[in-house]
């Protein structure tokens, strides 16, 4: 591919003027292009991101970046311990630099230590391999300790989980319960169907020697119906007692607005039998409740009875342990001991994130207790006794209610443990849109509606139709009832999973995320200790406003509102386009290069909350619109606005190159043909105004939130080496180069694009069509990425020139595209546009323009409140705080401004 000419030797010049007479820009240009040292090279410390280690979770994986050229992609990878003690470890590679070099490397482990030393070398083997036979009739899996036979076909997704020459668990499938009709008038005739699982496919993904991984595809069946497509996976560790699931839905019902009838969940779980070979009084339950408490009983309890078989006994009882020889107790008690009630089923369902309900009954037929109850529980159970039992845990129990957990017929030989995702008990799932759409039939009506209550209706589009949602599960095949202390590290575990995590010096010297973009939080000067506060105090803010709010529930944690009503002290949660945000103006990837810069375990947490929501329920899945996302409403999928902005692979980037997820993986996949989108439906149909009709070799794609949105899922397949790498590499290269061709680049605005040959026609005219919205989807940070990526001085220059302009004077805008870019917005947001500008061309009055936009244009500024006001009844429904001047949008920019200002121009504080 031949380099394009430079559109102007006159603007050429003036850079290198600029360039040769500010040396600092180029001194730091010259440090980040220098080869890489000590910086992001090995050895590299691995820790844990809370404290606690693995405990009893079954392992982690962990992503880790290298600079470019560091380690070719046939490196090996040793780990050892604080003590140098090797460690087996499993190393695979998750993304390439364009040499071939490795870039992102995923590591597994499966042994406990407080910190570990990765460097190259070669990997030590576990002592007890995850082993992996893919023939006959099932998938069998050992870990060692555990072996999982895993169906290929049928209901059962997990035939049997045996631990030595005991059986554990067995038929391990799914359970859906739809209801047909919603009773709107509470008539009290609802009428129920039951579904189960149905495998389509059964893959082995990855088959050891640390970890194993295996994906059940298929839909949930009754009788001719098959239904919710899902998607599971299941993790085994080398000699881990336990596994982990990670359950996918995508919901493909019918529920349409106005009607009762249609495909509502009212139970949507996971099911498996456990076997019981004790007596009833060597049974024993175990159900999480707040923090870490447990409820901790037998099936038949022994103790609190009018007779006293023995402190022993009752001790032994309380601990989980084999009773002595009934013909040891008090007389009394053993020649009575079939009239003490057996209490077969248990259920505690979390109906809401404020509360849970405890109760237990003898078994079917028979009337229920109440056991007790809290506030939030933590979504573990175990039932089993001395011979061995199942821990069974459902990870954001709370916070994705309604949820619950049953355990029917532990007096029986064989105990039933289901973990509802959807609670049976709760309101069924209703998604129907919440109004009738109040007469708006035109687009003129309905950008009417857009101005006044910001959502953009239009009939037909507020479907749920091809959402998805994605679950975590743990179970534990204990070979006896676990200690107290051993219980309390699977609560820890399910509360929050462990994850081992590389250090902010290596996540930073890497450069792997637009190089120099963000650095380490630093307060050596009061400007900087200033910024870094207000950077907190957001987090902190939103973290805050989650709970007070309470931004929970199934298909809504991990999002955040979007505006706040200040006279009602209320986010607008009920006002169209001002409520959940899905992703506006990118706070996925303010929080995550908050990470990125600090390791801080509250800021991973709140960004793999929000990255689990936004990649799953704010984009379609299924259907027309799959590949493409809602933007902010009331409802996350209720906007008729359907665009690439929302369904951007980048604000999933983060956490899959993290933790290595493969949910996450398979959904920057499936965006790799998402161009075909817009021959579907053109995301400014409703504001268009010269005439246009969607065709293969002419699809109109602007250069701003479409093209970024594409562009990052063709670099992450093409890093990733994925399936269709080598397409996603030639359209990066020819949508770059063809950008870069426009008579006015970036400015231009928009492009036709031909989807078989993946190129923009340069346009014959030049124009200007610039949006405050083109750039604060990502594109900087994919821009970084691009122009150290790849050696086009065209694009460079291009999007260089964007980078000036767009906060210059209309005047200077006029002077150099002939006309100015009209009314825009979000100049603070736009001012990291001027620092990497200034870094790359060496331009000192672009980086004291950064600080000038940064301070002192839109946005927040130092004369912003920059605290919160509490509040309490009667303004407000529960007592908490406000900060009534923040809105989403804002805070987003802000974040992104602040860190990469630093990391760029620290130096040129004013």
């Not at 693995?54 to 046939?74: C, F, I, Y």
Request: proline share 5%.
């Amino acid at each position: 591919m031949s380099p394009l000419p430079r559109r102007s030797l006159l603007k050429a010049a003036a850079v290198a003027g600029a360039a040769a007479q500010f040396s600092w820009a180029l001194g730091t240009q010259r440090a980040q292009a220098a080869p890489a040292t000590a910086a992001g090279t090995d050895p590299v410390t691995l820790e844990w991101l809370e404290d606690g280690g693995l405990g009893a979770a079954p392992g982690s994986t962990v992503g880790v970046p290298w600079p470019k050229g560091v380690h070719r992609e046939d490196q090996t990878f040793a780990l050892t311990d604080a003590d140098g003690k090797a460690v087996p470890v499993q190393t695979w590679p998750l993304a390439h630099w364009p040499d071939g070099s490795l870039k992102w490397t995923a590591h597994a482990v499966s042994s406990d230590a407080g910190k570990y030393t990765l460097t190259a070398g070669a990997p030590a083997a576990p002592d007890k391999k995850v082993t992996v036979d893919r023939n006959g009739a099932t998938v069998d899996v050992s870990t060692g300790v555990i072996a999982a036979k895993i169906g290929k076909s049928g209901s059962v997704l997990v035939k049997s989980v045996t631990r030595g020459s005991t059986e554990i668990a067995r038929n391990g499938r799914l359970v859906l319960v739809r209801q047909p009709e919603i009773e709107d008038e509470d008539q009290g005739a609802e009428k129920y169907e039951r579904f189960e699982s149905a495998i389509s496919r059964t893959e082995v993904e990855q088959d050891g020697p640390v970890r194993a991984v295996v994906r059940i595809d298929g839909k949930h069946r009754k009788g001719d119906r098959s239904w919710l497509p899902f998607s599971i996976r299941l993790y085994f560790y080398a000699g881990a007692d336990s596994f982990r699931m990670v359950h996918t839905i995508t919901f493909d019902g019918k529920q349409e607005p106005g009607k009762s009838s249609g495909d509502f969940i009212r139970g949507l779980g996971v099911r498996f039998g456990v076997p019981l070979r004790d007596a009833s009084y060597d049974r024993h339950i175990r159900i999480g409740g707040d923090d870490s408490g447990l409820l901790r009983e037998a099936v038949k309890g022994v103790t609190g009875l009018r007779r006293d078989p023995g402190a022993a006994v009752q001790a032994a009882q309380f601990a989980g342990q084999k009773l002595p020889d009934p013909s040891t107790w008090d007389q009394r008690v053993t020649t009575r001991l079939q009239y003490i009630p057996e209490w077969g089923d248990y259920t505690l369902s979390q109906l809401s994130a404020d509360g849970f309900t405890l109760r237990k009954r003898t078994k079917k037929g028979h009337g229920w207790i109440g056991a007790g109850g809290g506030r939030r529980a933590s979504g573990f159970g175990y039932v089993g006794g001395p011979t061995g039992g199942l821990s069974f845990g459902l990870r954001d129990f709370w916070e994705k209610y309604p949820a619950q957990l049953d355990i029917r017929d532990a007096h029986t030989d064989e105990a039933e443990v289901t973990l509802w995702l959807w609670s049976p008990e709760a309101q069924p799932m209703d998604l129907r849109f919440y109004h009738d759409g109040m007469g708006q039939d035109t687009y003129a009506e309905q950008l009417e509606g857009l101005n006044i209550t910001y959502e953009d209706y239009e009939p037909g589009f507020g479907t749920p139709y091809g959402i998805a949602r994605t679950s975590e599960l743990l179970f534990w095949a204990n070979e006896s009832t676990p200690a107290p202390e051993k219980l309390a590290e699977q609560v820890a575990a399910v509360r929050v999973l462990p994850q081992l995590a590389a250090p902010p010096k290596q996540l930073i010297g890497a450069k792997v995320f637009g190089p120099g973009l963000y650095s380490e939080p630093d307060r050596s000067t009061p400007a900087k200790a200033k910024i870094e506060d207000h950077l907190d105090f957001l987090f902190t803010y939103y973290k805050d406003q989650v709970e007070m709010r309470r931004w929970y529930g199934f298909w809504d944690y991990g999002d955040v509102m979007h505006s706040y009503d200040p006279v009602r002290h209320q986010w607008r949660y009920d006002v169209g386009g001002y409520a959940w945000d899905n992703s506006e103006l990118s706070p996925d990837l303010w929080l995550w290069f908050a990470y990125l810069r600090s390791g801080r375990a509250d800021i991973f947490r709140f960004a793999e909350a929000m990255t689990r929501h936004t990649g799953e329920v704010d984009v379609y899945h299924l259907g027309q619109w799959a590949g493409l996302g809602t933007r902010h409403g009331v409802q996350h999928y209720a906007d008729s606005a359907k665009q690439q902005r929302i369904a951007n692979t980048t604000y999933r980037r983060y956490y899959y190159f993290l933790t290595a997820d493969e949910r996450v993986g398979d959904l920057m996949h499936a965006n790799v043909d998402s161009d075909e989108t817009f021959l579907v439906l053109d995301p400014i149909r409703k504001i268009r105004t010269e005439p246009y009709t969607p065709d293969r070799h002419a699809l109109s794609i602007g250069f701003g939130t479409d093209w970024s949105g594409l562009v990052s899922a063709w670099l992450t397949e093409w890093e990733r080496k994925g399936p269709k790498w080598e397409k996603a590499k030639a359209r990066v290269l020819s949508t770059m180069e063809t950008i870069a061709a426009q008579p006015n680049g970036f400015v231009q605005g928009t492009g036709l694009y031909d989807l078989d040959t993946g190129r923009f026609a340069v346009a014959a005219a030049p124009a200007v069509g610039v949006s405050h919205l083109s750039a604060v989807f990502g594109l900087n940070e994919l821009c970084a990425e691009l122009i150290d990526l790849v050696d086009m001085p065209a694009f460079k220059e291009a999007y260089l020139d964007y980078c000036r302009y767009f906060n210059a004077t209309k005047a200077e805008q006029a002077a150099r595209y002939g006309s100015d870019f009209g009314s825009l917005l979000l100049f603070q947001g736009h001012s990291r546009l001027d620092a990497y500008a200034a870094v790359q061309t060496g331009d000192a009055k672009l980086a004291t323009r950064a600080w000038t936009k940064f301070y002192s244009s839109d946005g927040y500024t130092e004369s912003s409140p920059w605290k919160t006001t509490k509040l309490s009844g009667p303004v407000t429904l529960v007592p908490g705080s406000e900060a009534d001047w923040v809105y989403t949008n804002d805070t987003a920019l802000y974040g992104l401004a602040a860190i990469e200002n630093l990391a760029l121009l620290g130096d040129r504080m004013p």
